[in-house]
């Protein structure tokens, strides 16, 4: 079992739809990192939080530290959102950043 | 200011040999860490350096190593290449544990 994983590994939507992509943690972490990784390997770092919430432009990301769980969510989706979405958490124990598969998503117009 | 820059960014190498990568980092940054990408493997941590001194290490082969420079630069170096290490390698740079800045990547072919 993968220390972090994510949900769904593929998601598909049209063009206007709310979007959440989920990540869960079985190991204690300092802050989770949500990355946006678009074809031909260029990664922007979206997010880094260790609680509550935040949001920049469309893209909000919340953590639950009890539940170990976080998701970041797409409102109005666009074709240009297609990318596939990383969370990685960064180890209490080991100072690591343990990453996600990730999640693939395509928006179609 | 400048992103994080990476060269090269294609690299077509034979087995057994050995290869250097190198990541400039953004001014005033001094931590660069180290990535490899695969399509098996995904994300995995390389290294972390910070002011010259490696910080911390993912679970890799002794054949690879790196280093950092009085200038935060770093280098990374694969030695004796293997198939297996043809991959996306990523370099990124922060302030220490802050959110990190990802160079565009050097992509490594071995034949």
């Known amino acids: 079992k993968n220390e972090v994983e994510q949900s769904p590994q593929n998601l598909t939507a049209q063009e206007g739809e709310f979007i959440t992509i989920n990540c869960s943690y079985s190991v204690g972490i300092s802050a989770l990192h949500w990355l946006q990784q678009h074809p031909g390997g260029g990664i922007v770092s979206l997010f880094m939080l260790s609680s509550g919430k935040k949001k920049h432009g469309r893209l909000i990301a919340t953590i639950n530290i009890q539940e170990k769980h976080s998701s970041l969510h797409i409102t109005a989706s666009h074709p240009r959102d297609s990318a596939v979405y990383i969370c990685?958490?960064?180890?209490?124990?080991?100072?690591?950043?343990?990453f996600g598969t990730g999640t693939r998503l395509q928006v179609f117009p | 200011k400048a992103g994080v820059t990476q060269t090269p960014r294609y690299l077509i190498k034979t087995r057994g040999q050995q290869v250097t990568l190198s990541c400039s980092p953004i001014?005033?940054?001094?931590?660069v860490s180290w990535y490899q990408q695969t399509p098996g493997q995904g994300l995995q941590f390389l290294f972390e350096?910070?002011?010259?001194?490696?910080?911390n290490k993912g679970n890799f082969p002794g054949r690879f190593s790196g280093r950092q420079f009085s200038n935060s630069r770093s280098e990374m170096n694969v030695s004796t290449l293997e198939l297996g290490d043809s991959a996306l390698y990523l370099c990124a740079s922060s302030l220490l544990e802050n959110e990190q800045y990802f160079g565009p990547g050097t992509r490594l072919t071995v034949t």
């Open positions: 350096y910070f002011s010259e001194t490696q910080r």
């Open positions: 001014s005033g940054h001094r931590s």
């Open positions: 990685a958490g960064r180890s209490y124990n080991t100072d690591k950043l343990i």
